[in-house]
Structures are given as C-alpha cells and as structure tokens.
C-alpha cells in the first residue's frame, strides 16, 4: 500500500493568514494527487486534482503543487468558510488510500 | 447535477451484514465510463477507501476488506449497492458513495487522473448487538 502522511495534523490560524498543507507519499506517486475538503457532517469536497488543476467552482485562493513524493496544499488568504479538514488521495495506485487529514482551526 | 443518495441498514448485529445503496440521480450510471466508489469514515477518523465498480460490474476492492466485500450495480434502477458481511464494531462508519471522475492535465500531458468529484451525503452505520 502507499502510505500517506500529512503534516500538521492539527493547525490554527486567523482569517487572511496563508496556509500550507503539506502530503508526503511513501513512494512516487507523479501527479496522481487529490485533495479534498471536508466539514463537520459532511460529505468530502474535491479542491483539486493531478496535483495542481483546481476543481470547477473551488475558490483561485486554494492552489495545490507537487510532484514525486512531496505535495503541498496552499490556501493564499484563509476565509472564515475554510476552516475545515483538508485530506489528501493517492490514485496512483489500484488501492487508493488518503491522508489521515489536517485539521484547520480558527485562532 | 449529478446526485448520489445512500440509503440502507442503519444499525446491524455483529456477525451479520452490512448492505447498503447508492441511487444515482440527475445522471445515467451507464454513461461516461465512470466508475462508482465506496468510502468510509468510523467516527472522529479519517477516510478509507473501500472499492468500486463500473456499469459493467467490473470491480476492485480494497485488499483489506476483500474478503467480506461485494459490490453490485444495477443500471435499469440507476444505482449501486454495497454488501459487508461478518460486520464488527470495527465497521461501524459513515459510508459514503462517490463517482470517480476522470482528468487530463496538460501540463504533464497525461490523462488517468482518478478523482472522486460528485459525493453523497453519507449515511451512518452502527455495528451493535
């Protein structure tokens, strides 16, 4: 299985504050990279796939980048709608596993 | 607008199975090529994946859970379904039910990107005797 660690785990911030998400894969995974968002119950939200192509209808504040083993989600100015858990996918392979999510919290 | 809607057993007994569906609306199961996951999240947890299928009833399941997973899709109600069986507390979740979309990125010039991009609402399974 690919294995998929996020870091933080946990992160505060403040409205308009830049944040950065960051998704490690055990082994290269190319640009086979999602990312979703999710709220308190709720259904998971596509953000962006391949990596970096922002899903229709999600906000240009969110970007994603990477490549290999290393991918990072950026939101540019954090809104009070974000705060949310943001998990990311592999679907590099048959199995598809995610992230054990980051959870972002108001400060 | 696509629309997918789980339905099925709320609460199930140890030992027994866990069965549930996903109606699809707005949209032809057939169409598209797509394929149709299933994914879940025990409570205060993060998501696994637990397979999917095509119109055609091709499958693929997570290894894990393989051995009590089936899967069935039935294109004239425009739905799909999921069956867990020997349940444990473990399998106690929201369960979910997704379409896999489908992308190219030109920038890496390559297509095969697999994305779940049109959920359902969840709906919530509890293993208990």
């Known amino acids: 299985d690919i294995q998929m660690t996020q870091s933080p785990s946990s992160l505060s911030a403040s409205v308009g504050d830049r944040v950065t998400i960051t998704c490690r894969a055990s082994?290269?995974?190319?640009?086979?990279l999602n990312w979703y968002q999710q709220k308190p119950g709720r259904a998971p939200k596509l953000l962006i796939y391949?990596?970096?192509i922002l899903q229709s209808g999600v906000p240009s504040r969110f970007s994603g980048s990477g490549s290999g083993t290393d991918f990072t989600l950026t939101i540019s100015s954090l809104q009070p709608e974000d705060f949310a858990t943001y998990f990311c996918?592999?679907?590099?392979?048959?199995?598809?596993?995610f992230g054990q999510g980051t959870k972002v919290e108001i400060k | 607008q696509l629309q997918l809607q789980e339905s099925g057993s709320g609460l199930v007994k140890p030992s027994q199975t866990l069965s549930l569906t996903c109606a699809v609306s707005?949209?032809?199961?057939?169409?598209?090529?797509?394929?149709w996951s299933w994914i879940r999240q025990p409570p205060g947890k993060g998501l696994e994946w637990i397979g999917y299928?095509?119109?055609?009833?091709?499958?693929y399941y997570n290894p894990s859970l393989m051995s009590r997973v089936t899967m069935s899709v039935d294109s004239s109600k425009n739905q799909f379904s999921l069956n867990l069986s020997s349940v444990t507390a473990a399998d106690t979740a929201v369960y979910y039910c997704?379409?896999?979309?489908?992308?190219?990125?030109?920038?890496?010039?390559?297509?095969?990107?697999?994305?779940?991009?049109?959920w359902g609402k969840g709906t919530t399974v509890t293993v208990s005797s």
């Open positions: 997704a379409r896999d979309g489908k992308g190219y990125s030109s920038s890496s010039g390559r297509g095969g990107y697999y994305y779940m991009d049109v």
């Open positions: 707005g949209g032809s199961i057939s169409s598209g090529g797509y394929s």
């Open positions: 299928i095509y119109h055609s009833g091709s499958t």
């Open positions: 082994q290269s995974i190319s640009t086979y």
């Open positions: 391949a990596a970096s």
């Open positions: 996918q592999q679907s590099y392979s048959t199995l598809w596993t």
